[in-house]
């Protein structure tokens, strides 16, 4: 039985041309705040068409009787006006709810468009990565390869990522269950959603699409040290079965391999992918409150999601912060859990 419906990160780029404004990144208020909130279970129905999906207004999936698919749009989406894209989600979506693990990762057929929008996005990072990004994640992104001209299919993805860590890409069209999510990282799998942002503001997204998953999360996953940490975090999650210690292990992941950042030559440079596929985050995560990573601190920190982050956690090495996170990851449980809020 396939994972009919995935988040494939706890983002939203926050990235909004100021046209937009506030309402616009509004209607994601409340998507992954503590991790329970996306802790349903989303399956194919009977009856009539419904929401199968929970999380404000995080795009739900909906499957009616006669197997068509919906993306639900909320009213101020970017593509929520325009009917062709809105038919080219849903298209998109079909393919992943469609697929099965043992099969060929559906070949989704980029328009020049797409396209375009990929490669705008891409030259607009570029220079912000060389500025801003970690050692690490620089070395991996050039160790990956990955193509700035077009969108690559999850396939060739994976082709260029196993080889590095063993990861690879599987696709999915939604929301599901957290734990799902974060155990996939226990077999070296990444969810990873197919469909791109709007091409009307190519510099936002209100949920994390192909840019987010593959810019932010494969060329951190081609670097072998994180890529051993998303590994061991699927350790934790298997070995966890609170909902309350998952929710600790999500707030963790957020502020580190979502919107972590690490000390080199004595500036905070960013390794979470939150930060990297972000244009308006590179540009305003060193205003943020930068505290010591702490991961009491930060497991039961709620955060807002629909504003840049205005408190960051940053350490004093890639090596320090390699040895901390593992060795929180590799050894997080209920026990655990419980002795960290117990001091909290």
């Known amino acids: ?59 739900p999936v909906e499957v009616a009787d006669d197997g068509s698919v919906i993306v639900q749009l909320e009213a101020d989406h970017p593509g929520f006006a325009d009917p062709s894209y809105r038919e080219r989600r849903n298209a998109i979506a ?29 030259h607009e990072l570029s220079p912000k990565h060389r500025r801003h990004a970690c050692s690490a994640f620089l070395d991996a992104k050039e160790s990956l390869g990955l193509p700035s001209d077009h969108v690559p299919q999850l396939s060739d993805v994976t082709g260029l990522l196993q080889p590095l860590t063993g990861f690879g890409y599987q696709p999915v069209a939604g929301l599901a269950p957290l734990r799902e999510f974060y155990s996939s990282f226990g077999r070296r799998t990444f969810f990873s959603t197919q469909y791109i942002r709007h091409p009307s503001v190519p510099q936002y997204t209100p949920e994390p699409d192909i840019i987010h998953e593959v810019i932010g999360h494969a060329n951190q996953l081609a670097d072998p040290g994180f890529a051993e940490i998303c590994f061991a975090v699927g350790g934790a999650v298997d070995r966890t079965q609170s909902k309350d210690a998952l929710g600790f292990l999500s707030r963790v992941f957020w502020f580190t391999m979502e919107f972590g950042v690490v000390m080199e030559d004595g500036e905070p440079k960013a390794y979470g992918a939150g930060i990297l596929s972000s244009i308006g985050e590179l540009d305003f995560f060193q205003k943020a409150s930068i505290r010591p990573l702490d991961i009491r601190e930060m497991g039961g920190f709620e955060y807002d999601i629909t504003r840049y982050q205005p408190v960051l956690y940053s350490i004093g090495s890639l090596q320090e912060l390699h040895d901390r996170l593992l060795e929180f990851y590799s050894s997080f449980d209920d026990r655990v859990y419980r002795s960290l809020s117990s001091t909290r």
Do not use: C, F, K, N
């Open 1 to 59: 039985m396939p994972i009919r419906y995935l988040i494939a990160a706890l983002y939203v780029d926050a990235s909004v041309p100021a046209q937009l404004g506030a309402t616009l990144v509004s209607q994601v208020d409340g998507y992954g705040a503590t991790g329970e909130q996306m802790d349903s279970v989303s399956t194919r129905h009977e009856g009539p068409t419904r929401p199968t999906t929970s999380g404000g207004g995080y795009s």
């Open 94 to 122: 079909l393919l992943s709810l469609e697929h099965r693990p043992e099969d060929p990762i559906p070949v989704v057929s980029y328009t020049d468009q797409e396209h375009g929008v990929w490669r705008i996005v891409s």
